[in-house]
């Protein structure tokens, strides 16, 4: 697309802007508006504009500015209880795993079944690469190596849900 | 965190600006429905912004700067395209409307960002730093954004294939 400027653009846009368009007395402006296709081009497309932009401000009804006060007021307590609250749910959501991992660490220690072996640890230790001696002074089926294990496991897999659940706003 | 302006205040500047932010925002959408929505998202975001504002001119350019944006969003997600734009129904007597349904026609197949520049020049009368401003282009290039929109607009208004397709 090719630039052309016409050095009587401004004038035109100052009558327009003024009011003073279209305006038959103006009869060397109209000429020249008339004849070069970059004022043709401002004429119609400001003449277009400026009578759209009366037509939608007749139709604009927008709420009245108490409704949109009040609204905004609203949204924004909404806004600060909810950024209040996210804190003391993600403590609380943490906490409940901790304590349902030390609740579950806690029955393995004092419940019978802790004392059969646990394949999977030993299955673990295998895929891991670890040789025998490496880990021969560690006994995981031990309660002492169990309880921790357990607390950390089960914490793992239930924080991440519970910061999920309680911080998915929909 | 407390709102940038009292009451008071915000009910005077909403009440000078809210119908040409309106009419901005309908034409720039397609979308009355839309527009209503983005009205008070516009204003929502003003109240709550850090921005400290100069005066009445550097906070209305705000607020039709976060418009702009919200409309730029909002059409990127509910239609992919600004070229989908429906034309809404226009009041007014057949002549009349054959008239706007040109213009609406025309803003409807220009650019976005074309659209926004004609509106803000030739239905608002913003100045090129104003439209600058509310669009986030330097100034400078105000003069020729606008001329090859204006070429484009002509050019559907008369019914003719704008020359770069747009």
């Known amino acids: 697309m090719t630039t052309t400027w016409c050095p009587r653009e401004a004038e035109l846009w100052e009558a327009i802007t003024a009011g003073r368009w279209p305006d038959a007395t103006n009869t060397d402006l109209w000429a020249h508006v008339n004849a070069c296709a970059t004022c043709r081009d401002v004429a119609l497309v400001s003449s277009s504009l400026s009578t759209e932009a009366s037509a939608a401000r007749r139709e604009a009804a927008p709420p009245s500015s108490a409704i949109v006060w009040w609204r905004a007021q609203m949204r924004a307590k909404q806004e600060a209880a909810l950024a209040a609250e996210r804190p003391i749910t993600i403590v609380q959501g943490l906490a409940a795993a901790i304590a349902l991992g030390l609740g579950v660490a806690l029955a393995g220690w004092v419940l019978p079944w802790q004392h059969t072996p646990l394949t999977w640890i030993a299955a673990l230790r295998d895929a891991a690469g670890l040789s025998a001696a490496d880990i021969a002074a560690v006994d995981l089926t031990s309660r002492w190596v169990l309880l ?11 924080a991440p849900i519970a910061v999920y659940v309680i911080t998915f706003d929909d | 965190m ?22 901005y925002l309908s034409r720039l959408s397609g979308d009355r429905q839309l527009a209503d929505d983005l009205l008070q998202e516009s204003y929502y975001r003003l109240l709550r912004s850090r921005e400290t504002f100069e005066g009445e001119a550097h906070r209305r350019n705000y607020l039709f700067r976060i418009a702009t944006n919200l409309v730029r969003d909002a059409r990127r997600g509910r239609f992919g395209s600004w070229r989908n734009v429906p034309l809404p129904e226009l009041p007014g007597q057949p002549e ?31 100045s090129h730093s104003e439209i600058a401003g509310v669009l986030g282009v330097k100034t400078g290039s105000i003069k020729l954004l606008l001329h090859r929109a204006r070429r484009r607009m002509a050019a559907l208004l008369n019914g003719r294939r704008p020359e770069d397709g747009s």
């Not at chain 2, 407390?2 to 009419?23: K, S, V």
């Open chain 1, 148 to 158: 921790p294990l357990a607390m950390i496991v089960i914490s793992l897999v239930f």
């Open chain 2, 2 to 23: 407390p709102f940038a302006m009292d009451e008071q205040a915000f009910r005077a500047f909403y009440d000078r600006t809210a119908p040409a932010l309106w009419a």
């Open chain 2, 96 to 126: 009349a409307f054959e008239d706007r349904a040109d213009v609406k026609r025309a803003l409807a197949r220009l650019k976005p960002r074309d659209r926004a520049l004609l509106w803000l020049a030739y239905a608002q009368g913003s």
